[in-house]
């Protein structure tokens, strides 16, 4: 039987900081997650002759990644701070390992949505002699970018557990499929928006797989983290949020199970998605901004799995020793 | 790269080819007297603007608040009154019989088992101040230094971690990274200035390295030319010490002996486990009472320890995003 932690602080100030991140953070997270899976509708239409759907899914990638890219730099402040990281690489920095994800994935994303742009404009891009090189380069491109675009999906995952704020660190084991399936479904939503019906069938699926896949993914991490730890999540404004996303991803998805065949309903369903993606990923963030606040959520867990350790005869292992 | 956990030589993990020992802070909290000293000279050498608005935080003498950019060193005050000061001996008693062998019924008494030795102290206090120097850990695993994406942060051929102002581009990742909470991105020294205090806040210097993240040095420009850290040189009692880091964790051991022996049980050590989550600290303190007491965390662990578990879940969810695509575009046109 452990004994339950009691609970003293240094005046109710917090133990860890919060990341200095303002909202741009949590839009990156978001757009980087509808960038990535539209990267991977754009290739799933590439290969099995989907025109449109290729087409809208690569110009939705593009504009996903730039507005992600333009947000990341609002919050470092300046641009030549993101090429900063570029300098080096550091596979123990989530952050370093993804802004070469980001880079990678952009390039493959940009050569493959302007040649859409070029094909939409009728060829009034001034080309000259490269257009024959994106022509022959997109497909590439567009398989180059569908390889970073789970990376792309799921770094940011390792970003937030990969801290010691308390929430986002105890749900470091589910944090990357709630995240990717999170991605799956909005940008199976926003191709739902963009893209007709007839095209559109791979992306209803992947909207049904996401669903299912962040439903899960959410509550396995929420009974699996320390229930202190996991109490921002259902507080709040964070647990409004979490609250909500959940009810319109199952709206969306049923939405696109059921009518994604008509036009209107389809549309609906996928705002609902991206709505449902936007709230997850601030609710997330906001819930780990929070328990960084309060010290409780830091040192009642710690107490708590440190008194386990040492009921299961672990005794060597504590920052504090008597000698 | 160098080991993520457990214990080592971060000099020599850093790739550092001289043979610097590891240098570090002994922080006795039982003779430290409050007086403030370290955080006027720290702030004094490295030219670290004001924090906050002068104001009284109503946390008995500190009026700091906790280590950040521009603060360094930050002395704790603790007001407690017996029944807490019984706690804290209590507390300190149950580390000193921790791991002692209970198998079968109670035995001889083990002459290192103080549970049943009467300890009181001849003068226990019914009321006491506890007051503590916190400073940087300087970690063994630091997470900040783990998680810096420009290599800004980066460790000293003296086992420290130091921030580089010119390379750190104020991406913030360390402040989370930090389990102690020591790691900061300074906003401004002198925010929300008072509006009759205006014209003496108009001379103070522009405040340095806004946006980048700040901490402890662990006074990197003094160590170079063979000085004392500015807190512990300017510490009166020698509640500070300062040096090789092996030669504070055995300082810190002979003092927590000195004081159990004297029936203190409620003394114990912080960070001087190479086991623990950390795999060590720098910075080794002697407290008289639980770590969170002092705004310290209970059970700090690095996050990047499980940073290769967090990539290999990170690829089995990617994983199952390529799978889920590929299903989603089975089967043809629906």
Wanted: charged letters at 20%; a negative charge.
């Amino acid at each position: 039987m452990v004994p339950e932690p009691e609970f003293t602080s240094y005046y109710g100030r917090p133990v860890v900081k919060p990341a200095p991140w303002g909202d741009d953070v949590a839009i990156y997270l978001f757009l980087g997650g509808v960038a990535g899976g539209s990267a991977l509708l754009g290739l799933g239409g590439q290969l099995t002759g989907r025109p449109t759907l290729c087409r809208n899914a690569r110009l939705s990638a593009l504009t996903a990644v730039s507005l992600g890219a333009v947000a990341l730099v609002k919050d470092l402040g300046r641009p030549e701070r993101f090429l900063n990281m570029l300098r080096t690489f550091k596979v123990t920095s989530p952050m370093s390992v993804g802004s070469w994800i980001l880079s990678a994935f952009s390039a493959g994303t940009a050569v493959s949505a302007v040649a859409e742009i070029d094909r939409l404009s009728g060829m009034r891009l001034p080309l000259g002699p490269l257009r024959t090189v994106l022509q022959a380069a997109e497909g590439p491109a567009g398989i180059e970018a569908a390889l970073f675009a789970g990376p792309l999906a799921a770094y940011t995952a390792v970003l937030l557990g990969d801290t010691a704020t308390p929430t986002w660190n105890a749900g470091h084991e589910e944090l990357p499929f709630v995240f990717v399936s999170s991605a799956a479904l909005a940008s199976a939503g926003l191709a739902m928006i963009t893209t007709p019906v007839a095209e559109a069938a791979p992306a209803r699926k992947l909207a049904a797989l996401g669903v299912v896949g962040d439903v899960v993914a959410m509550r396995v991490m929420e009974r699996r983290m320390d229930p202190v730890a996991a109490e921002p999540l259902h507080e709040g404004k964070a647990g409004a949020m979490l609250k909500w996303s959940e009810r319109l991803a199952v709206a969306g998805g049923l939405g696109a199970l059921l009518g994604g065949r008509n036009r209107v309903v389809a549309a609906v369903s996928g705002l609902a998605l991206l709505g449902a993606s936007a709230l997850t990923r601030f609710g997330v963030f906001e819930a780990g901004l929070e328990s960084a606040k309060d010290p409780r959520y830091t040192i009642e867990p710690q107490k708590k799995r440190l008194a386990a350790r040492r009921a299961a005869g672990i005794v060597d292992d504590a920052i504090t020793t008597a000698k | 790269m160098g080991q993520l956990s457990g214990p080592t030589d971060p000099t020599v993990d850093a790739h550092w080819e001289h043979n610097h020992p590891r240098q570090g802070f002994f922080t006795d909290t039982s003779i430290c007297i409050g007086c403030k000293a370290c955080e006027v000279a720290c702030k004094e050498w490295n030219h670290n603007p004001r924090d906050g608005n002068l104001e009284l935080l109503g946390s008995s003498y500190d009026n700091t608040g906790a280590l950040g950019a521009s603060t360094w060193r930050h002395v704790a005050f603790v007001e407690q009154g017996q029944e807490r000061i019984a706690e804290a001996r209590e507390s300190g008693r149950a580390l000193v019989n921790l791991g002692m062998p209970r198998i079968g019924p109670p035995s001889e008494p083990d002459p290192l088992d103080l549970s049943e030795v009467d300890t009181t102290p001849p003068d226990t206090p019914d009321f006491r101040w506890l007051m503590s120097s916190d400073v940087c850990k300087h970690c063994t695993h630091a997470g900040c230094l783990d998680v810096c994406p420009t290599g800004a942060l980066f460790r000293t051929e003296f086992g420290t971690v130091v921030v580089q102002d010119d390379v750190c581009n104020g991406c913030g990742t360390c402040v989370a990274g930090c389990p102690f909470g020591v790691i900061e991105r300074r906003s401004d020294g002198t925010a929300a200035v008072a509006a009759q205090r205006e014209e003496q806040h108009a001379e103070h210097p522009a405040v340095p390295n806004v946006g980048v993240a700040q901490k402890c040095t662990l006074c990197y420009d003094r160590l170079l030319t063979d000085e004392t850290p500015a807190c512990a040189k300017a510490c009166p009692t020698t509640s500070i010490k300062f040096g090789d880091h092996e030669d504070m964790v055995q300082t810190a051991r002979e003092r927590v002996a000195e004081l159990h022996a004297k029936g203190l049980t409620e003394a114990r050590l912080y960070g001087a486990n190479e086991l623990d989550g950390v795999g060590g600290t720098g910075s080794v303190f002697l407290l008289l009472d639980e770590p969170e007491v002092y705004g310290l965390p209970p059970d700090p662990r690095v996050p990047t320890a499980d940073l290769p578990r967090m990539y290999r879940r990170a690829g089995v969810a990617v994983a199952g995003m390529l799978a889920a695509a590929a299903v989603a575009f089975l089967g043809g046109r629906a």
